[in-house]
Protein backbone atom coordinates (compact mmCIF):
# COMPACT_ATOMS: atom_id res chain seq x y z
CA UNK A 1 0.00 0.00 0.00
CA UNK A 2 2.88 2.15 1.35
CA UNK A 3 4.87 1.19 -2.26
CA UNK A 4 1.80 2.10 -4.38
CA UNK A 5 1.07 5.61 -2.56
CA UNK A 6 4.75 6.27 -3.09
CA UNK A 7 4.79 5.12 -7.15
CA UNK A 8 1.56 7.41 -7.23
CA UNK A 9 3.43 10.14 -6.08
CA UNK A 10 6.45 9.71 -8.70
CA UNK A 11 4.36 9.61 -11.40
CA UNK A 12 0.86 11.36 -11.12
CA UNK A 13 1.69 15.04 -10.55
CA UNK A 14 -2.38 15.77 -10.09
CA UNK A 15 -2.40 13.19 -7.25
CA UNK A 16 1.02 14.62 -5.55
CA UNK A 17 -0.51 18.33 -5.95
CA UNK A 18 -3.33 17.40 -4.26
CA UNK A 19 -1.93 15.73 -0.91
CA UNK A 20 0.11 18.52 -0.51
CA UNK A 21 -3.24 21.16 -1.04
CA UNK A 22 -1.70 22.68 -4.25
CA UNK A 23 -4.11 23.42 -7.40
CA UNK A 24 -2.78 21.61 -9.99
CA UNK A 25 -2.05 24.02 -12.50
CA UNK A 26 -2.16 23.63 -16.26
CA UNK A 27 1.32 24.29 -17.18
CA UNK A 28 3.04 23.37 -14.02
CA UNK A 29 1.52 19.58 -14.79
CA UNK A 30 2.98 20.00 -18.21
CA UNK A 31 6.37 20.17 -17.14
CA UNK A 32 6.06 17.57 -14.05
CA UNK A 33 4.71 15.31 -16.87
CA UNK A 34 7.92 16.29 -19.16
CA UNK A 35 10.62 13.61 -18.94
CA UNK A 36 12.80 15.09 -21.64
CA UNK A 37 16.19 15.52 -20.18
CA UNK A 38 16.68 18.53 -21.20
CA UNK A 39 14.10 21.41 -19.92
CA UNK A 40 14.21 25.16 -20.26
CA UNK A 41 11.13 27.20 -18.58
CA UNK A 42 10.78 30.47 -19.21
CA UNK A 43 8.40 32.13 -16.76
CA UNK A 44 6.83 35.39 -15.29
CA UNK A 45 7.16 36.43 -11.29
CA UNK A 46 5.27 34.38 -9.20
CA UNK A 47 3.86 32.12 -11.35
CA UNK A 48 5.25 28.74 -8.94
CA UNK A 49 8.38 27.83 -10.74
CA UNK A 50 10.13 27.27 -7.17
CA UNK A 51 7.19 25.21 -6.37
CA UNK A 52 7.31 23.40 -9.70
CA UNK A 53 10.75 22.57 -8.60
CA UNK A 54 10.37 21.22 -5.41
CA UNK A 55 7.53 19.34 -6.94
CA UNK A 56 9.99 18.28 -9.83
CA UNK A 57 12.53 17.32 -7.39
CA UNK A 58 10.50 15.04 -4.78
CA UNK A 59 8.87 13.09 -7.71
CA UNK A 60 12.55 12.29 -9.51
CA UNK A 61 13.76 11.48 -5.49
CA UNK A 62 11.08 9.03 -4.69
CA UNK A 63 13.15 6.61 -7.17
CA UNK A 64 16.00 4.86 -5.02
CA UNK A 65 19.40 6.37 -4.94
CA UNK A 66 19.00 9.58 -7.34
CA UNK A 67 21.39 12.56 -6.24
CA UNK A 68 19.47 16.06 -7.51
CA UNK A 69 21.40 18.45 -7.60
CA UNK A 70 19.36 22.15 -7.29
CA UNK A 71 21.46 25.54 -8.12
CA UNK A 72 19.57 28.86 -7.05
CA UNK A 73 21.65 32.42 -7.57
CA UNK A 74 22.19 32.97 -4.19
CA UNK A 75 22.60 31.60 -0.49
CA UNK A 76 19.54 32.68 0.43
CA UNK A 77 17.59 31.58 -2.27
CA UNK A 78 18.88 27.85 -2.08
CA UNK A 79 18.18 28.21 1.52
CA UNK A 80 14.53 28.89 1.18
CA UNK A 81 13.97 26.77 -1.66
CA UNK A 82 15.40 23.84 0.55
CA UNK A 83 12.99 24.27 3.46
CA UNK A 84 9.90 24.26 0.87
CA UNK A 85 11.16 20.69 -0.40
CA UNK A 86 11.48 19.65 3.35
CA UNK A 87 7.89 20.91 4.08
CA UNK A 88 6.75 19.02 1.04
CA UNK A 89 8.42 15.76 2.22
CA UNK A 90 7.17 16.46 5.45
CA UNK A 91 3.78 16.26 4.96
CA UNK A 92 3.87 13.59 2.45
CA UNK A 93 5.74 11.78 5.27
CA UNK A 94 8.38 10.55 3.26
CA UNK A 95 11.08 9.41 5.54
CA UNK A 96 14.28 11.32 5.93
CA UNK A 97 17.61 9.72 7.23
CA UNK A 98 19.62 13.09 7.44
CA UNK A 99 18.91 16.80 7.31
CA UNK A 100 21.42 19.12 7.03
CA UNK A 101 21.54 23.04 5.94
CA UNK A 102 21.92 22.27 2.42
CA UNK A 103 21.05 18.57 1.98
CA UNK A 104 18.39 16.48 2.74
CA UNK A 105 18.58 12.63 2.12
CA UNK A 106 15.84 10.27 2.01
CA UNK A 107 16.08 7.06 3.38
CA UNK A 108 15.72 5.35 0.14
CA UNK A 109 19.35 6.32 -0.86
CA UNK A 110 18.57 9.55 -2.96
CA UNK A 111 19.80 12.71 -1.92
CA UNK A 112 18.84 16.29 -2.48
CA UNK A 113 21.40 19.21 -2.32
CA UNK A 114 20.43 22.76 -2.24
CA UNK A 115 23.58 24.83 -3.25
CA UNK A 116 24.03 28.58 -4.06
CA UNK A 117 25.50 29.32 -7.49
CA UNK A 118 29.27 29.27 -7.44
CA UNK A 119 31.62 26.62 -9.03
CA UNK A 120 33.49 26.18 -5.61
CA UNK A 121 30.56 24.84 -3.80
CA UNK A 122 29.32 22.85 -6.55
CA UNK A 123 32.25 20.89 -8.25
CA UNK A 124 32.65 17.10 -7.17
CA UNK A 125 29.10 16.49 -7.54
CA UNK A 126 27.49 13.57 -9.83
CA UNK A 127 24.35 14.39 -10.49
CA UNK A 128 21.20 12.48 -12.28
CA UNK A 129 19.44 15.61 -12.24
CA UNK A 130 20.57 19.21 -12.02
CA UNK A 131 17.85 21.77 -11.90
CA UNK A 132 18.73 25.28 -11.45
CA UNK A 133 16.19 27.70 -10.37
CA UNK A 134 16.27 31.68 -12.02
CA UNK A 135 18.58 30.47 -14.01
CA UNK A 136 18.92 33.35 -15.69
CA UNK A 137 20.90 34.68 -13.19
CA UNK A 138 23.78 32.28 -12.32
CA UNK A 139 27.20 33.07 -14.13
CA UNK A 140 27.64 31.14 -17.66
CA UNK A 141 30.73 29.57 -16.68
CA UNK A 142 28.49 27.41 -14.13
CA UNK A 143 27.37 25.79 -16.57
CA UNK A 144 30.94 24.36 -17.93
CA UNK A 145 31.27 22.44 -14.61
CA UNK A 146 27.32 21.26 -15.05
CA UNK A 147 27.45 19.52 -17.57
CA UNK A 148 30.29 17.23 -16.95
CA UNK A 149 28.31 16.09 -13.62
CA UNK A 150 25.78 15.01 -15.49
CA UNK A 151 27.72 12.89 -18.19
CA UNK A 152 28.33 9.70 -16.40
CA UNK A 153 24.48 9.36 -15.09
CA UNK A 154 23.11 10.77 -18.50
CA UNK A 155 21.49 13.06 -16.39
CA UNK A 156 18.82 15.13 -16.71
CA UNK A 157 19.29 19.56 -16.71
CA UNK A 158 16.69 21.56 -16.06
CA UNK A 159 16.12 25.27 -15.99
CA UNK A 160 13.65 27.50 -14.95
CA UNK A 161 13.73 31.39 -14.83
CA UNK A 162 12.48 34.49 -15.22
CA UNK A 163 14.57 36.32 -18.47
CA UNK A 164 17.17 38.61 -18.00
CA UNK A 165 18.02 40.22 -21.05
CA UNK A 166 18.85 38.25 -24.85
CA UNK A 167 22.45 37.02 -23.32
CA UNK A 168 23.59 33.70 -21.29
CA UNK A 169 23.14 30.16 -21.69
CA UNK A 170 19.65 30.63 -20.19
CA UNK A 171 18.87 32.54 -24.01
CA UNK A 172 20.59 30.36 -26.22
CA UNK A 173 18.52 27.63 -23.99
CA UNK A 174 15.37 28.79 -25.22
CA UNK A 175 16.45 29.17 -28.58
CA UNK A 176 17.63 25.19 -28.52
CA UNK A 177 16.10 22.70 -30.23
CA UNK A 178 17.95 20.25 -27.74
CA UNK A 179 15.89 21.21 -24.87
CA UNK A 180 12.43 20.46 -24.31
CA UNK A 181 10.07 24.58 -23.76
CA UNK A 182 7.95 25.55 -21.09
CA UNK A 183 6.48 28.66 -20.49
CA UNK A 184 4.56 29.55 -17.09
CA UNK A 185 2.18 32.67 -18.19
CA UNK A 186 1.25 35.09 -15.61
CA UNK A 187 -2.00 35.23 -17.58
CA UNK A 188 -2.86 31.36 -16.79
CA UNK A 189 -1.49 31.86 -13.48
CA UNK A 190 -4.66 31.26 -11.11
CA UNK A 191 -3.34 33.42 -8.17
CA UNK A 192 -2.65 36.38 -9.63
CA UNK A 193 -5.33 38.71 -10.47
CA UNK A 194 -6.14 40.77 -13.56
CA UNK A 195 -6.41 43.70 -11.03
CA UNK A 196 -3.08 43.11 -9.51
CA UNK A 197 -1.34 43.05 -13.02
CA UNK A 198 -3.19 46.15 -14.17
CA UNK A 199 -1.97 47.74 -11.07
CA UNK A 200 1.93 46.38 -11.75
CA UNK A 201 1.24 47.25 -15.12
CA UNK A 202 0.78 50.96 -14.11
CA UNK A 203 4.02 51.21 -11.31
CA UNK A 204 6.50 49.70 -14.01
CA UNK A 205 8.03 50.64 -17.52
CA UNK A 206 6.72 48.33 -19.94
CA UNK A 207 10.03 47.10 -20.57
CA UNK A 208 10.32 46.26 -17.21
CA UNK A 209 6.79 44.64 -17.10
CA UNK A 210 7.75 42.68 -20.48
CA UNK A 211 10.18 40.88 -18.76
CA UNK A 212 9.35 40.68 -15.15
CA UNK A 213 5.22 39.46 -15.74
CA UNK A 214 5.35 38.45 -19.40
CA UNK A 215 8.07 36.93 -19.44
CA UNK A 216 9.83 38.25 -22.64
CA UNK A 217 13.32 38.46 -23.53
CA UNK A 218 14.07 42.22 -23.62
CA UNK A 219 17.41 43.90 -24.96
CA UNK A 220 19.28 45.66 -22.13
CA UNK A 221 22.30 47.03 -23.86
CA UNK A 222 21.20 50.43 -24.57
CA UNK A 223 20.54 50.82 -21.02
CA UNK A 224 22.44 53.00 -18.26
CA UNK A 225 24.00 49.99 -16.99
CA UNK A 226 24.17 47.13 -20.01
CA UNK A 227 23.87 43.94 -19.26
CA UNK A 228 26.82 42.85 -19.79
CA UNK A 229 28.98 45.63 -17.37
CA UNK A 230 26.60 44.19 -14.62
CA UNK A 231 26.95 40.66 -15.05
CA UNK A 232 30.73 41.55 -15.05
CA UNK A 233 30.98 42.73 -12.13
CA UNK A 234 29.14 39.92 -10.12
CA UNK A 235 31.57 38.09 -7.69
CA UNK A 236 30.31 35.27 -5.62
CA UNK A 237 30.12 35.86 -2.24
CA UNK A 238 31.88 32.12 -1.58
CA UNK A 239 34.43 32.99 -3.93
CA UNK A 240 35.61 35.72 -1.91
CA UNK A 241 38.01 35.93 0.95
CA UNK A 242 35.58 37.11 3.58
CA UNK A 243 38.25 36.76 6.72
CA UNK A 244 37.35 38.89 10.01
CA UNK A 245 36.96 42.35 9.58
CA UNK A 246 40.53 43.33 9.30
CA UNK A 247 42.22 46.58 9.85
CA UNK A 248 41.99 47.66 6.62
CA UNK A 249 38.75 47.43 5.80
CA UNK A 250 35.87 50.24 5.89
CA UNK A 251 32.60 49.68 5.61
CA UNK A 252 29.70 51.93 4.21
CA UNK A 253 25.80 51.93 4.27
CA UNK A 254 23.62 53.90 1.65
CA UNK A 255 19.80 54.18 2.65
CA UNK A 256 16.93 54.87 0.07
CA UNK A 257 14.37 55.66 2.09
CA UNK A 258 10.59 54.23 0.76
CA UNK A 259 8.49 57.19 -0.52
CA UNK A 260 4.92 55.58 -1.59
CA UNK A 261 4.78 52.10 -2.81
CA UNK A 262 8.49 51.66 -3.25
CA UNK A 263 11.13 49.91 -1.07
CA UNK A 264 13.55 50.99 1.82
CA UNK A 265 16.63 49.49 0.74
CA UNK A 266 20.16 49.07 3.03
CA UNK A 267 23.31 48.61 1.33
CA UNK A 268 26.36 48.09 2.83
CA UNK A 269 29.55 47.96 0.94
CA UNK A 270 32.65 46.79 1.83
CA UNK A 271 36.67 49.04 0.98
CA UNK A 272 39.80 47.19 0.89
CA UNK A 273 42.17 48.35 -1.15
CA UNK A 274 40.89 50.82 -3.12
CA UNK A 275 38.15 47.94 -4.38
CA UNK A 276 34.25 48.41 -3.02
CA UNK A 277 32.32 45.05 -2.64
CA UNK A 278 28.32 44.87 -2.17
CA UNK A 279 28.35 42.26 1.06
CA UNK A 280 25.09 42.82 2.58
CA UNK A 281 21.29 44.28 1.34
CA UNK A 282 18.59 45.12 2.90
CA UNK A 283 15.05 45.31 1.56
CA UNK A 284 11.72 46.48 3.57
CA UNK A 285 8.18 47.07 2.14
CA UNK A 286 6.68 49.50 4.55
CA UNK A 287 8.78 49.64 7.02
CA UNK A 288 8.63 52.08 10.11
CA UNK A 289 11.08 55.24 11.08
CA UNK A 290 11.61 53.25 14.44
CA UNK A 291 12.47 50.38 12.49
CA UNK A 292 14.86 52.24 10.44
CA UNK A 293 16.44 53.57 13.49
CA UNK A 294 16.58 49.93 14.62
CA UNK A 295 18.06 48.08 11.73
CA UNK A 296 20.66 51.07 11.19
CA UNK A 297 21.77 50.50 14.55
CA UNK A 298 22.38 46.78 14.11
CA UNK A 299 24.15 47.09 10.74
CA UNK A 300 26.21 49.75 12.53
CA UNK A 301 27.07 47.36 15.81
CA UNK A 302 27.77 45.06 13.07
CA UNK A 303 29.72 46.96 10.44
CA UNK A 304 30.62 50.27 12.59
CA UNK A 305 30.12 52.39 9.28
CA UNK A 306 32.76 55.30 8.70
CA UNK A 307 29.99 56.46 6.63
CA UNK A 308 25.85 56.15 5.92
CA UNK A 309 23.92 58.32 3.67
CA UNK A 310 20.75 58.62 3.40
CA UNK A 311 18.32 60.16 0.54
CA UNK A 312 17.29 62.91 2.40
CA UNK A 313 14.91 64.00 0.11
CA UNK A 314 11.26 65.52 0.56
CA UNK A 315 10.20 63.26 3.39
CA UNK A 316 13.70 62.04 3.83
CA UNK A 317 14.97 65.52 5.07
CA UNK A 318 12.76 64.87 8.67
CA UNK A 319 13.65 60.97 8.72
CA UNK A 320 17.29 61.81 8.82
CA UNK A 321 17.19 64.93 10.94
CA UNK A 322 15.05 62.31 13.64
CA UNK A 323 17.86 59.49 13.25
CA UNK A 324 20.58 61.91 13.79
CA UNK A 325 19.26 63.56 16.81
CA UNK A 326 18.15 59.90 18.15
CA UNK A 327 21.81 57.90 17.48
CA UNK A 328 25.33 58.70 17.18
CA UNK A 329 25.37 57.50 13.94
CA UNK A 330 27.82 59.12 11.35
CA UNK A 331 24.96 60.13 9.17
CA UNK A 332 25.06 62.11 6.41
CA UNK A 333 21.89 63.07 3.89
CA UNK A 334 21.92 63.41 0.41
CA UNK A 335 19.20 65.64 -1.07
CA UNK A 336 18.64 64.63 -4.67
CA UNK A 337 18.21 67.35 -7.74
CA UNK A 338 18.49 66.75 -11.13
CA UNK A 339 22.03 67.11 -11.32
CA UNK A 340 22.81 65.49 -7.62
CA UNK A 341 21.45 62.41 -9.53
CA UNK A 342 23.59 62.86 -12.68
CA UNK A 343 26.09 62.90 -10.94
CA UNK A 344 25.91 60.13 -8.07
CA UNK A 345 24.47 57.73 -11.17
CA UNK A 346 27.82 58.92 -13.30
CA UNK A 347 29.57 57.93 -10.12
CA UNK A 348 28.36 54.41 -9.92
CA UNK A 349 28.62 53.86 -13.43
CA UNK A 350 32.40 55.32 -13.55
CA UNK A 351 32.84 52.73 -10.76
CA UNK A 352 31.49 49.32 -12.53
CA UNK A 353 33.17 50.88 -15.74
CA UNK A 354 36.55 50.72 -14.17
CA UNK A 355 36.57 47.41 -11.61
CA UNK A 356 36.39 49.35 -8.47
CA UNK A 357 32.79 47.84 -7.68
CA UNK A 358 31.95 44.18 -7.03
CA UNK A 359 28.59 42.78 -6.88
CA UNK A 360 26.37 40.03 -5.63
CA UNK A 361 23.86 38.11 -7.06
CA UNK A 362 20.79 40.04 -5.45
CA UNK A 363 18.17 39.25 -8.64
CA UNK A 364 16.72 43.15 -7.40
CA UNK A 365 19.67 44.73 -7.65
CA UNK A 366 20.77 42.93 -11.29
CA UNK A 367 17.03 43.80 -12.40
CA UNK A 368 16.88 47.35 -11.42
CA UNK A 369 20.49 47.86 -12.17
CA UNK A 370 19.56 46.76 -16.09
CA UNK A 371 16.33 48.19 -16.29
CA UNK A 372 17.62 51.97 -15.21
CA UNK A 373 16.76 54.67 -16.90
CA UNK A 374 13.58 53.03 -18.02
CA UNK A 375 12.04 51.31 -15.30
CA UNK A 376 10.75 53.56 -12.33
CA UNK A 377 11.66 51.31 -9.86
CA UNK A 378 15.20 51.77 -8.59
CA UNK A 379 15.83 51.85 -4.85
CA UNK A 380 18.56 48.89 -4.90
CA UNK A 381 20.41 51.39 -7.48
CA UNK A 382 20.31 54.58 -5.43
CA UNK A 383 20.93 52.35 -2.18
CA UNK A 384 24.11 51.10 -3.56
CA UNK A 385 25.06 54.35 -5.62
CA UNK A 386 24.25 56.01 -2.42
CA UNK A 387 26.77 53.47 -0.18
CA UNK A 388 29.46 54.12 -2.91
CA UNK A 389 29.42 58.01 -2.68
CA UNK A 390 29.86 57.74 1.22
CA UNK A 391 33.03 55.63 0.68
CA UNK A 392 34.27 58.26 -2.27
CA UNK A 393 32.87 61.25 0.19
CA UNK A 394 36.35 59.82 2.11
CA UNK A 395 38.45 59.48 -0.70
CA UNK A 396 37.32 62.98 -1.91
CA UNK A 397 35.49 62.52 -4.87
CA UNK A 398 37.62 62.18 -8.41
CA UNK A 399 35.96 64.82 -11.22
CA UNK A 400 33.18 63.03 -12.93
CA UNK A 401 32.56 62.66 -16.66
CA UNK A 402 29.31 63.60 -17.70
CA UNK A 403 27.11 62.67 -20.83
CA UNK A 404 25.77 59.08 -19.96
CA UNK A 405 22.23 58.51 -20.42
CA UNK A 406 20.03 58.63 -17.39
N1 LIG B 1 -0.12 24.99 -7.73
C1 LIG B 1 -0.20 25.92 -6.78
N2 LIG B 1 -1.27 26.02 -5.97
C2 LIG B 1 -1.39 26.96 -5.04
N3 LIG B 1 -0.44 27.88 -4.79
C3 LIG B 1 0.68 27.84 -5.55
C4 LIG B 1 0.87 26.88 -6.57
N4 LIG B 1 2.07 27.09 -7.16
C5 LIG B 1 2.60 28.15 -6.53
N5 LIG B 1 1.79 28.60 -5.56
C6 LIG B 1 2.03 29.75 -4.65
O1 LIG B 1 2.38 30.88 -5.42
C7 LIG B 1 3.36 31.66 -4.77
C8 LIG B 1 4.57 31.83 -5.68
O2 LIG B 1 5.16 30.58 -5.87
P1 LIG B 1 6.72 30.38 -6.15
O3 LIG B 1 6.90 28.93 -6.47
O4 LIG B 1 7.53 30.93 -5.04
O5 LIG B 1 6.85 31.27 -7.45
P2 LIG B 1 8.15 31.83 -8.22
O6 LIG B 1 9.29 30.93 -7.87
O7 LIG B 1 7.74 31.74 -9.66
O8 LIG B 1 8.30 33.24 -7.78
C9 LIG B 1 3.69 30.91 -3.50
O9 LIG B 1 2.97 31.50 -2.45
C10 LIG B 1 3.23 29.50 -3.76
O10 LIG B 1 2.86 28.82 -2.58
MG1 LIG C 1 11.21 31.34 -7.13
Not at 41 to 58: C, D, F, M, N, Y
Not at 156 to 166: A, C, E, H, Q, Y
Not at 354 to 369: A, M
Not at 379 to 390: E, M, N, Q, S
Amino acid sequence: MRYLRLILLALDPVYLMKQLSLRPYKYQLSFLKDTSSRIVVKAGRQTGKSTAVALLTIQFAIMPNKTILIISPSLRQSSELLRKIRRFVSRLDIPVCKDTSSELELCNGSRILSLPASEYTIRGYSAHMVIVDEAAFVPDTLYETITPMLAATNGRLILVSTPFGKKGYFYRAWLDDGFSHHEFSVNDCPHISKEFLDEERNRMSELAFRQEYLAEFVEHENCVFPYSLVMGAVVDADDREMGSYANEQSFYCGVDLAKHVDYTVFVVVKEIHGVLEVVEIETYQKIPYPLISERLKKLHSKFNFRRIVIDATGVGEAVVDMLKWDSHLPIEPFVFTTRSKLELIEMLRVALENGELKLIRNQRLLTELTMFGVEEHDDHVIALALAVWASHKIKKPKAFVFGGRI
